[in-house]
């Protein structure tokens, strides 16, 4: 009853995932032929980085800016000296630590529930055969199209009932598994796991979840690392829902804390931006770390998607 | 793309056909088999537990808050269909409505050609691609209320950057925030900074996907790089921009942060409201107001209008050439059969 059929067609199962966005380079391919193609090419992609980057550069300028210089013409163009008294006065208005921290809990926590939860789902979705499958997969489908600004003004009356207004739990429990990670990782899964490999374990005696812990995760390692990042971002930088819920001003997290600084010291805008760069940093360096899976990881996730 | 095509079936069910168990069982002995794969329903079950908690039952509550008038406090009182009734005559709604659709399309239309411009320039052997992605994917992975609050400084009336750029050229200065159609503009430049680098990545890949003989044989024809572009590389990416429409659209019509942190402390969506959108109207409603029923109806009227676009984007998109992708799963079909071949 073993591997016999399977053995030639794991192998070609073996190097799909993932691998749809990084093909060996063509030279012949793509636009860019004769130096004066790759010099036109060239300039277009940088002007169009200075475009996408210009914004970080114009907030760590106006972060170390004197209100003066901000609201002043002509602007300046390059970095003041006010940076330590912006800070300053941010931490003065808002406890920023306090924030940091509770949006490192959400984030952490989410990232971390996410990637237990959805790997779990997406094992067995993806190497076991069990009553109703099919149809529990094709709900768990469907609910990628319910949107989530449907049902703001319900949550909240329910966040209310289980008193869990201003908690942080109110973040992380409810965004704690998700389909698109099940449906990542089972993609992931399905090829990068075989067959024979989870048998050897059955025949010594190991059940699902040791299966699981011993085989499932270390073999989806790259999966996990992406949606653990991608989930860390997204709920970094989530804003609707916490501004609903968060009404306690000790217990914000940092957007809606950055939110509420913007609205109330609107002439301060030198801490304002300082207060930005702290939202903002932290998270493109998380993403930079992670950018070569992550990158390659979306563009496949649509494709096939 | 090449992955979507349909593979042979032929060898498909052994590969994902399980050796530890088969449906045959659980159609002979239900309860028994039921029981025997509590592991798996364990591991199913956080998902469908918290959407049901957390997904589907507000879902239910919103349509019945939907005719009801509450503010929060007390019980709700059924008013059957008067908030759609007054829905459907409220000036303000169809304002947020005509902003909403507006600023999707100035910034959707210019935003998926750029990317594609992007992903086409970037496609090929250039030196620093990476580097290129990542300066290009940045934008999207940042808090949008930080950058939201700096596009807010760039365009203000009076002291932004631009404005003084103009007033520099010795032209006009603008009202970004000030006026109709500048508000406009300025939510839709702060849409698109965000959102451009993340399709053009997306149809890179697709581009990647597509084989290298058809471009060969284009240029062995003679096809200069604008007929390749437009002859080869849309038509075949047509499933991948069909994607990027469709999340732009989802994207677009929830449109909240940029509008609600442009104007913050201030009028929400600016002045004469030109920059209030449908989900911002809601939020207005439902938790400035505290009309709990009437946030809900314009949550059901979102909705309805996303449905509506799904289906006009699907049908435009992929109607033109007799629909080359039909979103078969292939596995399930496969899996059906699989059982039987390892049983036997």
């Given at each position: 009853?073993?591997?016999?059929?399977?053995?030639?067609?794991t192998?070609?199962?073996?190097?799909?995932?993932g691998?749809a966005?990084d093909?060996?380079?063509?030279?012949?391919?793509?636009?860019?032929?004769?130096?004066v193609?790759?010099?036109?090419?060239?300039?277009?992609?940088?002007?169009?980085?200075v475009?996408?980057?210009?914004?970080?550069?114009?907030?760590l300028?106006?972060?170390?800016?004197?209100?003066?210089?901000?609201?002043?013409?002509?602007p300046?163009?390059?970095?003041?000296?006010?940076?330590?008294?912006?800070?300053?006065?941010?931490?003065?208005?808002?406890d920023?630590?306090?924030?940091?921290?509770?949006?490192?809990?959400?984030?952490?926590?989410?990232a971390?529930?996410?990637?237990?939860?959805?790997?779990?789902?997406?094992f067995?979705?993806?190497k076991?055969?069990?009553?109703?499958?099919?149809s529990?997969?094709?709900?768990?489908?469907?609910?990628?199209?319910?949107?989530?600004?449907?049902s703001?003004?319900?949550?909240?009356?329910?966040?209310a009932?289980?008193?869990?207004?201003?908690?942080?739990?109110?973040?992380?429990?409810?965004?704690?598994?998700?389909?698109?990670?099940?449906?990542?990782?089972?993609?992931?899964a399905t090829?990068s796991?075989?067959?024979?490999?989870?048998?050897?374990?059955?025949?010594?005696?190991?059940?699902?979840?040791?299966?699981w812990?011993?085989?499932?995760?270390?073999?989806?390692?790259?999966?996990?690392?992406?949606?653990?990042?991608?989930?860390?971002?997204?709920?970094?930088?989530?804003?609707?829902?916490?501004?609903?819920?968060?009404?306690?001003p000790?217990?914000?997290?940092?957007q809606?804390?950055l939110?509420?600084?913007?609205?109330?010291?609107?002439?301060?805008?030198?801490?304002?931006?300082?207060?930005a760069?702290?939202?903002?940093?932290?998270?493109?360096?998380v993403?930079?770390?992670?950018?070569?899976?992550?990158?390659a990881?979306?563009?496949?996730?649509?494709?096939?998607? | 793309?090449?992955?979507k095509q349909?593979?042979p079936?032929?060898?498909?069910?052994?590969?994902?056909?399980?050796?530890?168990?088969?449906?045959?069982?659980?159609?002979?002995?239900k309860?028994?088999?039921l029981?025997?794969f509590?592991?798996?329903?364990?591991?199913?079950?956080?998902?469908y537990?918290?959407?049901?908690?957390?997904g589907?039952?507000?879902?239910?509550?919103s349509?019945?808050?939907?005719f009801?008038?509450?503010?929060g406090v007390?019980?709700?009182?059924?008013?059957?269909?008067?908030?759609?009734?007054?829905?459907?005559?409220?000036?303000r709604?169809?304002?947020?409505?005509?902003?909403?659709?507006l600023?999707?399309?100035?910034?959707?239309?210019?935003?998926?050609?750029?990317?594609?411009?992007?992903?086409?320039?970037?496609?090929?052997?250039?030196?620093?691609?990476?580097l290129?992605?990542?300066a290009?994917?940045?934008?999207?992975?940042?808090?949008?209320?930080?950058?939201?609050?700096?596009f807010?400084?760039?365009?203000?009336?009076?002291?932004?950057?631009?404005?003084?750029?103009?007033?520099?050229?010795?032209?006009?200065?603008?009202?970004?925030?000030?006026?109709?159609w500048?508000?406009?503009?300025?939510?839709?430049?702060?849409?698109i900074w965000?959102?451009?680098?993340?399709?053009?990545i997306?149809?890179?890949?697709?581009?990647q996907?597509?084989?290298?003989?058809?471009?060969?044989?284009?240029?062995?024809?003679?096809?200069?790089?604008?007929?390749?572009f437009?002859?080869?590389?849309v038509?075949?990416?047509?499933?991948?921009?069909?994607?990027?429409v469709?999340t732009?659209?989802?994207?677009?019509?929830?449109?909240?942060?940029?509008?609600?942190?442009?104007?913050?402390?201030?009028?929400?969506?600016?002045?004469?409201?030109?920059?209030?959108?449908?989900?911002?109207?809601?939020?207005?409603?439902?938790?400035?107001?505290?009309?709990?029923?009437?946030?809900?109806?314009?949550?059901w009227?979102?909705?309805?209008?996303?449905?509506?676009?799904?289906?006009?984007?699907?049908r435009?998109?992929s109607?033109?050439?007799?629909?080359?992708?039909?979103?078969?799963?292939r596995?399930?079909?496969?899996?059906?059969?699989?059982?039987?071949?390892?049983?036997?």
């Open positions: 009853m073993t591997a016999t059929p399977t053995t030639t067609n192998a070609a199962a073996l190097g799909r995932p691998a966005a093909q060996p380079d063509d030279h012949r391919r793509g636009p860019a032929h004769g130096w193609g790759r010099l036109v090419t060239h300039v277009c992609l940088i002007v169009g980085v475009l996408s980057i210009f914004p970080f550069y114009w907030l300028v106006m972060s170390t800016s004197t209100n003066a210089e901000i609201f002043g013409y002509p300046s163009l390059w970095f003041g000296g006010n940076a330590l008294a912006n800070v300053a006065s941010v931490f003065s208005n808002v920023m630590l306090r924030a940091l921290l509770n949006t490192v809990i959400v984030a952490g926590g989410t971390v529930l996410v990637m237990l939860f959805d790997s779990l789902a997406a067995a979705f993806a076991y055969e069990f009553p109703f499958k099919r529990l997969f094709t709900v768990m489908l469907a609910t990628f199209l319910v949107p989530g600004s449907l703001l003004v319900p949550s909240f009356v329910l966040m009932h289980l008193g869990w207004i201003g908690g942080l739990q109110a973040l992380i429990v409810p965004g704690a598994a998700n389909a698109f990670g099940i449906f990542l990782l089972r993609q992931f090829g796991i075989p067959n024979e490999v989870i048998d050897s374990a059955r025949v010594d005696g190991a059940g699902f979840f040791r299966t812990w011993s085989i499932a995760v270390p073999m989806l390692r790259g999966g996990l690392a992406f949606l653990g990042i991608f989930t860390f971002i997204t709920a970094w930088n989530d804003y609707v829902w916490p501004l609903i819920v968060l009404i306690d000790k217990g914000q997290t940092l809606v804390a939110a509420g600084l913007s609205s109330v010291n609107a002439t301060d805008l030198g801490a304002v931006m300082a207060g760069v702290i939202s903002v940093f932290p998270l493109i360096g993403f930079i770390i992670g950018s070569r899976h992550f990158i990881n979306i563009a496949a996730g649509a494709l096939k998607g | 793309m090449s992955t349909a593979p079936t032929t060898s498909i069910p052994a590969v994902v056909g399980t050796p530890t168990s088969s449906i045959s069982t659980a159609a002979t002995g309860r028994f088999g029981r025997r509590w592991p798996q329903y364990v591991a199913i079950a956080p998902f537990v918290l959407f049901l908690v957390f589907l039952f507000p879902i239910v509550f349509i019945v808050l939907s009801t008038d509450w503010d007390g019980s709700p009182a059924f008013v059957g269909l008067a908030q759609y009734q007054y829905l459907l005559g409220d000036p709604f169809w304002n947020a409505v005509a902003n909403t659709f600023i999707w399309i100035m910034s959707t239309v210019p935003m998926l050609f750029l990317a594609l411009v992007l992903a086409f320039l970037l496609h090929g052997n250039i030196r620093g691609k990476g290129y992605r990542v290009y994917f940045i934008p999207n992975v940042t808090s949008m209320v930080a950058m939201a609050i700096v807010g400084s760039v365009f203000s009336d009076g002291f932004g950057l631009v404005n003084a750029a103009l007033r520099a050229l010795g032209a006009d200065p603008v009202g970004w925030l000030s006026s109709y500048g508000i406009k503009v300025t939510i839709s430049v702060m849409v965000r959102w451009t680098g993340y399709n053009a997306i149809y890179l890949a697709g581009l996907s597509i084989s290298t003989e058809l471009y060969d044989a284009a240029k062995v024809d003679g096809a200069n790089t604008w007929q390749i437009s002859r080869i590389t038509p075949l990416l047509r499933p991948v921009i069909l994607f990027t469709i732009s659209t989802i994207g677009g019509l929830g449109l909240f942060t940029e509008p609600q942190i442009l104007f913050n402390g201030q009028a929400v969506g600016g002045p004469d409201e030109a920059g209030m959108t449908i989900v911002l109207y809601q939020y207005e409603q439902a938790f400035n107001q505290f009309d709990f029923g009437y946030g809900s109806a314009i949550a009227m979102l909705f309805i209008f996303s449905v509506v676009f799904a289906i006009i984007n699907w435009l998109l109607e033109r050439d007799g629909l080359k992708t039909p979103r078969r799963l596995t399930p079909r496969a899996v059906r059969t699989a059982p039987k071949g390892v049983d036997a």
